[in-house]
């Protein structure tokens, strides 16, 4: 699906974004120079508005396409708040990447309702959290169901995945009604 033709369907399925978005272009245009800056820097803008619909209603992804969710996520690479986030984090050196999602997110969701969707990011986002703390690590980003987290060292990186996974598993054996599988990737940088 062409980025035009995944756009215009989100508008459709949900038509109260189309003033949202308008407006965040419209600024953000207005703030930039050059054509591909402000196709960025528009992509950014409605970076926020995407991920608040998500967050009401996590089912739109099936609608809209985790692919297309993602071209615009990617498109804006330059987002000052992560960037930052990741030049502290790594002080000029070496940043441990993580990259967390659930597995199957998309299907769960549709089995078993917006809610309960809600419901399991609600749990994983306070595992997320948890597992940050014992290596120094930080959530710099979050869109739907994933989480990029950053880290001092890749070692850090790889503690704290391991200590997320470990959540998940033993979060699973003492409640069935929490069948969330995570799927973690570490990189260094």
């Known amino acids: 699906m062409k980025m035009r033709q995944a756009i215009l369907a989100a508008l459709r399925g949900d038509p109260t974004l189309v003033p949202k978005m308008t407006e965040q272009i419209r600024h953000k245009i207005d703030q930039e120079e050059g054509p591909m800056q402000s196709v960025v820097q528009a992509a950014g803008a409605l970076e926020p508005i995407i991920e608040e619909a998500l967050r009401k209603r996590p089912s739109r992804l099936r609608k809209w396409g985790l692919k297309s969710t993602h071209l615009l996520a990617n498109l804006a690479v330059e987002d000052s708040e992560s960037q930052s986030k990741l030049a502290e984090i790594s002080k ?80 699973r054996g003492e409640d069935e009604s929490f069948n969330a599988r995570v799927r973690i990737a570490v990189h260094a940088g």
């Not at 749990?123 to 994933?146: A, F, H, I, W």
């Open 92 to 171: 000029g050196g070496h940043v441990g990447i993580a990259f967390v999602d659930v597995a199957g997110f998309t299907e769960f969701t549709a089995d078993v309702g917006d809610e309960a969707a809600l419901e399991l990011l609600s749990e994983l986002q306070k595992m997320v959290d948890r597992s940050l703390k014992p290596v120094r690590g930080q959530c710099v980003k979050k869109l739907g169901d994933g989480f990029l987290l950053a880290f001092p060292s890749a070692s850090q990186a790889v503690r704290g995945g391991a200590i997320l996974r470990d959540m998940v598993v033993a979060k």
